[in-house]
């Protein structure tokens, strides 16, 4: 599963989840129109793959992010 989230300034407070997809080039598609003409705004895509650590929190992967 990819997690589309946008994020404001490098700021994590920022950030909103745009969408979940079960494939990589619709996540980029979606995340890439997301930020398009917006200043100060980038993309990260992440995956999860349902495994879990020690404390119950799924492991994140990040595979794609806009500079």
């Known amino acids: 599963m990819f997690h589309v989230i946008t994020e404001k300034d490098y700021s994590e407070f920022s950030r909103k989840q745009i969408g ?11 995340a890439q ?6 200043e100060g705004l980038r993309y990260i895509i992440e995956k999860t ?3 879990v650590d020690s404390y119950g929190n799924q492991i994140v992967t990040i595979v794609a992010e806009s500079e």
């Open 20 to 30: 979940e997809y079960s494939k990589f080039e619709k996540a980029l598609e979606v």
């Open 33 to 38: 129109k997301a930020v398009e003409g917006k």
């Open 49 to 51: 793959d349902g495994h």
